[in-house]
């Protein structure tokens, strides 16, 4: 391997990616099916020095026994899946790749609100069923001139946005580091950052599309407060993390105020790739479901895989770690692994 680390990757990776770390110098050893439970040995198995995940999990017991690891890369931009604070314990970095795949999830919300307003999938549910039934579903308000409140301006969030303006919509935000300015230059209303400012908008909005990070502040965010707030019959999106809702408080809405919901995201969703699961919103009428695929289109994924590259290249060209999310838990020297 020479001074140049190996590499282990523990989920699908585009193959543009695997070809780039390789052109590094880098020896890549691939397996998408390794679980949180085995990734331990195969740290040893392959001596890799740098763990790139996606969806899989990264517990707090690989790094106790982690062989020569010495940086841990999310291929994405969330990194929940991750135990940082348990890798920093152990002097290792944790990166993740952010903004990479916003357009992508920011698609999928559109998605999500125009199949609501259009009912496109009951739609074609009956088609394909055999009934036509064009009276019932002429009935549709349309989005245009629709009031939209965007909770969490990541670069999820600002590419929400950009596209909410394309359709016409009127865009009010919160987010705990919007200025005043930001807000005029993007021609959108500031909520203030207060629990009582956010009430207030959520009672106006005809549409709520939400984009934080998982975190102790957000954490069934979405709750009895957030959805009583909600005017009838105005949608939820959620393309961010399931923990963020209380799904309870989420079924009520539906059932007493006719909350249309589109979900990309669940609370205590599957780990495995491929297992019969149901959740309880499917219910109930007026939902749009999928499966956790915001992040997985082509584009967003090249995206990804490149910006993987850059930082394993920038460690080793540069001597420094890019985008690590658990520097408070790491020493100084130990910000940049020694590969």
Same mark, same amino acid.
């Given at each position: 391997?020479?001074?140049?680390?190996?590499?282990?990757?523990?989920?699908?990776?585009? #193959?543009?990616?695997?070809?780039? %770390?390789?052109?590094?110098?880098?020896?890549?050893?691939?397996?998408?099916? &390794?679980?949180?439970?085995?990734?331990?040995?195969? %740290?040893?198995?392959?001596?890799?020095?740098?763990?790139?995940?996606?969806?899989?999990?990264?517990?707090?017991?690989?790094?106790?026994?982690?062989?020569?690891?010495?940086?841990?890369?999310?291929?994405?931009?969330?990194?929940?899946?991750?135990?940082?604070?348990?890798?920093?314990?152990?002097?290792?970095?944790?990166?993740?790749?952010?903004?990479?795949?916003?357009?992508?999830?920011?698609?999928?919300?559109?998605?999500?609100?125009?199949?609501?307003?259009?009912?496109?999938? #009951?739609?074609?549910?009956?088609?394909?069923?055999?009934?036509?039934?064009?009276?019932?579903?002429?009935?549709?308000?349309?989005?245009?001139?629709?009031?939209? &409140?965007?909770?969490?301006?990541?670069?999820?969030?600002?590419? +929400?946005?950009?596209?909410?303006?394309?359709?016409?919509?009127?865009?009010?935000? #919160?987010?705990?580091?919007m200025h005043?300015?930001?807000?005029?230059?993007?021609?959108?209303?500031?909520?203030?950052?207060?629990?009582?400012?956010?009430?207030?908008?959520?009672?106006?909005?005809?549409? +709520?599309?939400?984009h934080v990070?998982?975190?102790?502040?957000?954490?069934? &965010?979405?709750?009895?407060?957030?959805f009583g707030?909600?005017?009838?019959?105005?949608?939820?999106?959620?393309?961010?993390?399931?923990?963020?809702?209380?799904?309870?408080?989420?079924?009520?809405?539906?059932?007493?105020?006719?909350?249309?919901?589109?979900?990309?995201?669940?609370?205590?969703?599957?780990?495995?790739?491929?297992?019969?699961?149901?959740?309880?919103?499917?219910?109930?009428?007026?939902?749009? &479901?999928?499966?956790?695929?915001?992040?997985?289109?082509?584009?967003?994924?090249?995206?990804?895989?490149?910006?993987?590259?850059?930082?394993?290249?920038?460690?080793?060209?540069?001597?420094?770690?890019?985008?690590?999310?658990?520097?408070?838990?790491?020493?100084?020297?130990?910000?940049?692994?020694?590969?």
């Amino acid at each position: 391997m020479g001074d140049l680390p190996g590499v282990l990757i523990a989920d699908k990776f585009d #193959q543009i990616g695997i070809d780039g %770390l390789k052109e590094l110098g880098c020896v890549v050893h691939q397996d998408a099916d &390794l679980g949180p439970e085995m990734i331990s040995d195969a %740290l040893k198995a392959t001596g890799a020095k740098v763990l790139v995940v996606r969806s899989t999990k990264v517990p707090a017991a690989v790094f106790e026994d982690c062989g020569d690891l010495a940086l841990v890369i999310r291929a994405g931009a969330g990194h929940d899946n991750i135990d940082s604070a348990a890798a920093g314990a152990k002097g290792i970095p944790v990166c993740n790749c952010p903004g990479m795949n916003a357009v992508a999830v920011a698609e999928l919300a559109f998605g999500h609100m125009i199949n609501l307003d259009r009912r496109i999938h #009951q739609q074609t549910d009956e088609l394909v069923g055999g009934h036509w039934n064009k009276k019932e579903y002429s009935k549709a308000k349309g989005l245009k001139g629709s009031k939209l &409140l965007v909770v969490g301006m990541g670069s999820i969030g600002m590419e +929400v946005i950009k596209r909410a303006q394309a359709f016409g919509m009127q865009v009010s935000a #919160q987010s705990r580091s919007m200025h005043k300015e930001t807000a005029r230059a993007l021609g959108i209303k500031m909520i203030e950052y207060t629990r009582e400012a956010l009430k207030g908008a959520l009672e106006d909005a005809d549409i +709520v599309s939400v984009h934080v990070a998982l975190c102790p502040d957000t954490d069934k &965010l979405c709750g009895p407060g957030f959805f009583g707030a909600m005017k009838p019959g105005a949608m939820f999106i959620n393309t961010s993390r399931g923990e963020i809702v209380d799904e309870a408080e989420l079924i009520k809405a539906v059932k007493e105020k006719d909350i249309r919901v589109g979900l990309d995201v669940y609370q205590n969703q599957p780990s495995s790739k491929d297992i019969d699961w149901k959740p309880e919103l499917a219910e109930l009428d007026g939902v749009s &479901l999928t499966h956790h695929v915001g992040a997985s289109t082509d584009q967003a994924q090249e995206a990804v895989a490149l910006e993987v590259i850059r930082i394993v290249q920038t460690v080793i060209e540069e001597a420094r770690t890019l985008h690590v999310v658990n520097k408070d838990s790491l020493k100084e020297e130990q910000l940049c692994p020694a590969f």
